[in-house]
């Protein structure tokens, strides 16, 4: 076998025994185990929409630039 199909074989394995634990554990612990996911979750769209805000911003800032050279450059050909 490949590195890469040993790979994949360990991670199904270690799926297989999370989802075998998170079924066997207590509605508490099932609860705690949601909980950590959503605020993971949470964590990642903010991250992500930070992200997309500050992509805009240098964007936006990098047309201004482009428009004002456009502007000094068409000005000193009239």
Do not use: C, H, R
Request: aromatic share 6%; glycine share 6%; proline share 1%.
């Amino acid at each position: 076998m490949g590195n890469k199909a040993k790979g994949l074989l360990a991670l199904l394995g270690l799926g297989a025994l999370a989802y075998w634990k998170y079924k066997n554990s207590s509605p508490e612990d099932q609860q705690a185990v949601k909980d950590k996911i959503n605020t993971a979750k949470d964590n990642l769209n903010k991250w992500g929409n930070d992200f997309k805000n500050k992509a805009n911003d240098v964007a936006s800032q990098v047309q201004n630039k482009v428009d004002e050279v456009k502007t000094k450059a068409e000005d000193s050909l009239s």
